[in-house]
């Protein structure tokens, strides 16, 4: 179909240049725009239906190069990149920011009960569960049975962790207690991750060379791959688990907040969505997202494997998940 939009638009890759900061910070400011959690089905399958056309050479009258990337990002926004399922909406990366900012604000307002920090540690690390199992690296399915026993490991460590930390925090000044959640999140990241993303590391995820052909599974990968989503999710909390606490341990010696301690949690709440507007896209821009590793550090067999499909091939390349 003849059209004045050129065919020659690489939309396999992201509109900015992914192997700088700015160009990933660019890329995953639109990924984590809140405003696509609220577009409806119709307009997620619309920019799918002009997505593939035009990666197979179809493109609708009028539609412009801004109109493309729009389609494309909302399709990336919607769609697991490597199995092409449509995710869970709360697990989404546009949901990131209205969902953590409503949690996390709940932790940090409600840290001083122990049945206040159970119910809310649970609910987080349900919430982390569901999107690191959305936002996993491959295309292997796992198994209800498997999925079960990461999700009540991966929770339980979870709580357990929040419950200790908050034990010690009685013995520490009263503002450190605020910072008991932030400490209990980044470690069950720790474990939240791992557990969730197990078959990874059991089996490996698919490792490509630069042409996106396919040349086998990785544990290696694998294990990087986590380490960096872990690296991100951690620095996503620092700025809304460590900077809210502060302004709020101030606000409260106001008159106001000890007048209508009603406001706290939505002022508190309210801070955090702040922090995370920008932590998210910019944390997730710490590494790139098509990760690489070099060949040679790889398992044994998996190089053996590589060098007899592509001996050419010095570098591979894996979606690193988020």
């Known amino acids: 179909m003849s059209s004045d939009l050129s065919l020659n638009i690489d939309i396999k890759e992201p509109r900015w240049d992914q192997g700088t900061f700015m160009g990933r910070a660019k890329h995953f400011f639109t990924v984590t725009d809140p405003r696509n959690v609220f577009l409806s089905s119709e307009v997620l399958e619309d920019s799918r239906r002009i997505v593939e056309n035009y990666r197979v050479g179809i493109v609708s009258p009028g539609l412009t190069e801004d109109e493309l990337w729009r389609a494309k990002y909302i399709c990336d926004s919607a769609f697991h990149p490597d199995t092409g399922e449509k995710m869970i ?17 709940c932790m940090l307002t409600f840290y001083r009960s122990t ?76 474990i939240n991750i791992p557990f969730m993303r197990q078959r990874e590391l059991k089996y490996g995820i698919p490792v490509t060379d630069e042409d996106g052909k396919r040349l086998g599974e990785s544990t290696s990968a694998a294990q990087q791959a986590i380490v960096q989503v872990i690296v991100s999710r951690i620095g996503m909390a620092v700025p809304a688990m460590a900077i809210p ?36 896209p910019l944390c997730c821009a710490l590494f790139p997202q098509k990760s690489s590793m070099k060949v040679s550090s790889l398992e044994a067999e998996l190089q053996a494997q590589v060098q007899e499909r592509s001996p050419q091939t010095a570098v591979v390349y894996f979606n690193k998940g988020l």
């Open 89 to 105: 909406l709360v697990g989404r990366m546009s949901a990131q920011v209205p969902m953590n900012m409503t949690i996390t604000g």
């Open 115 to 190: 049945p206040a920090v159970v119910f809310w540690q649970w609910v987080n690390q349900s919430f982390n569960a569901v999107v690191n199992y959305t936002n996993r690296s491959g295309d292997a399915p796992m198994t209800v049975n498997q999925l079960g026993v990461a999700y009540a490991s991966a929770t339980t460590g979870a709580v357990v962790t929040a419950l200790g930390l908050k034990s010690l925090a009685k013995h520490l000044p009263a503002i450190m207690g605020r910072f008991v959640p932030f400490a209990a999140v980044a470690a069950a990241n720790c």
């Open 245 to 280: 606490p502060v302004i709020m341990n101030a606000l409260e010696k106001r008159a106001f907040l000890k007048r209508y301690p009603v406001f706290n949690a939505p002022i508190q709440v309210g801070l955090v969505g702040f922090c995370l507007v920008f932590a998210t």
